[in-house]
């Protein structure tokens, strides 16, 4: 019988939240808690009873609300079975990427992920799925065996590359809520690795980035080093450099370009010394790794854009100026710089498109619980306005910005026809929509 939670349940506040605080305003008819494709089907015949909306919830991680419906929410958390056998790893949708990563870290095995541990490691796979180790082994899509899907029609089929295999190739990188509810996947392992965190202070900003976006995006594929400016919530401390690596400890800062490199190392030594090197499971649970502002926060929104060649002095400049601008207490700022190359040039037919690009830029703004609806309106303003310093194309799906103009391009560029096609032959009653859903 499907676990349906309704206003007057005491569960109901826990189970209609998300990782957003600001999407509490937003209270769903029921929240139907779902362990199996049976209770999948149950729920979309519930709310087509009651002529509901309804959206799928995995992690509850969409920044754009995607994952959240004043109707029904299908909450897959309970979905959080794991099963491995020898490197291949079997997930329910509900589990998160740092559970995995704890349960992985006995067998010295990993699935190549991001870094923030509460985010379903599905819905990550379903849009592509970066992080310290994808330049080595690629994005979590390209590690997809297959995937149970329930689709419009109310049939169970699971895509693979055997069966089913135009759902399978739109799953991997396309398939967050276009296409069905996918309630479990298998994946492809791969043996763990460490990553370690350096720390530098913000004077070396604007040579950091220099170096960096001239070296990573063409390091040897066992080395990813990710470069994030970060300013803290707590507006009288000094923003920080932090370079996220995955490979040998030293190796990350020896291999930086030779006019930086006594600068650098001799900010290793003595400010910028080097934190820890962790076990990825470690690192995932490590509040240390990345200073968050809170756990749950009020607010958080991202913008991105792809990039092929390196960013003139003039951009950097403005980026770094606007960064540290005016400045409050309680909003946290963010510019991730992630280096592309490597294994996210592979060649497995996946309806990801951002192949080719040298690097990614995710710039991200966080509003403490009691300063979102007083700051949102300013924070979204920085937000837009450190993403114009620096002209890039394209946008990764997993940070839905419904201020897109051509979102569908921006997100899936050459594949959007082949993905329309996909869509009429799996669910062509569009049953599956959401804001940005492909149609």
């Known amino acids: 019988m499907l676990d349906l939670v309704l206003p007057d349940d005491p ?79 079997t997930v329910g949708a509900g589990l998160r ?4 990563a704890e349960l992985l870290s006995p067998l010295e095995l990993l699935v190549p992920a991001g870094s923030c541990p509460s985010v379903g490691l599905i819905g ?38 055997e069966s089913e295999p135009d759902l399978f190739w ?40 220099h170096a960096w976006q001239e070296w990573a995006p063409f390091a040897p594929n066992t080395t990813s080093a990710e470069l994030i400016l970060l300013s803290p919530d707590y507006a ?55 200073p968050l502002i809170h756990s749950r926060p009020g607010m958080s929104t991202a913008k991105t854009a792809f990039f092929t060649q390196p960013l003139p002095s003039s951009a950097i400049d403005a980026l770094l100026a606007h960064f540290v601008a005016a400045r409050v207490p309680g909003e946290m700022r963010e510019v991730a710089f992630t280096p592309w190359g490597g294994a996210y040039r592979s060649t497995v037919d996946t309806a990801f498109p951002h192949r080719n690009p040298s690097f990614l830029v995710k710039h991200t703004v966080l509003v403490g619980p009691n300063g979102a609806a007083r700051r949102g309106h300013e924070a979204l303003a920085w937000l837009t306005a450190s993403w114009k310093t620096l002209e890039g194309t394209g946008a990764y799906p997993n940070f839905p910005d419904p201020s897109l103009p051509d979102w569908l391009t921006a997100y899936y560029g050459p594949n959007v026809p082949r993905l329309r096609e996909v869509k009429a032959a799996y669910d062509p009653g569009n049953l599956f929509q959401f804001g940005q859903s492909i149609r």
Request: charged letters at 15%; glycine letters at 10%; aromatic letters at 6%.
């Open 11 to 89: 569960r109901y506040s826990l189970s209609r939240n998300q990782f957003i605080g600001t999407r509490d305003e937003v209270l769903p008819q029921a929240v139907a808690r779902c362990a199996t494709p049976d209770d999948v089907l149950e729920a979309l015949d519930l709310a087509a009873d009651r002529d509901w909306p309804f959206a799928i919830r995995g992690g509850g991680h969409s920044n754009a609300g995607y994952s959240s419906s004043t109707g029904l929410v299908i909450d897959l958390s309970p979905a959080s079975a794991v099963t491995v056998s020898g490197r291949e790893v």
């Open 97 to 100: 990427t740092g559970q995995l």
């Open 124 to 161: 990550a796979a379903l849009g592509g799925g970066f992080g310290s180790h994808g330049r080595t082994h690629g994005l979590t899509c390209d590690h997809l065996v297959s995937a149970k899907v329930v689709l419009a029609s109310g049939k169970v089929v699971t895509a693979s590359a």
């Open 170 to 209: 739109a799953l991997r990188g396309a398939g967050g809520g276009n296409f069905g509810v996918v309630t479990s996947a298998t994946f492809s392992a791969v043996t763990s690795t460490r990553r370690t965190h350096f720390r530098f202070s913000w004077d070396l900003s604007a040579s950091l980035v």
């Open 236 to 290: 009288e401390d000094p923003p920080q450099m932090l370079l996220i690596g995955a490979g040998d400890p030293t190796a990350l800062l020896t291999q930086l370009p030779k006019p930086n490199l006594a600068e650098v190392r001799h900010l290793s030594a003595a400010e910028a010394a080097l934190l820890h090197a962790t076990p990825y499971s470690a690192a995932a649970h490590d509040p240390s790794s990345i």
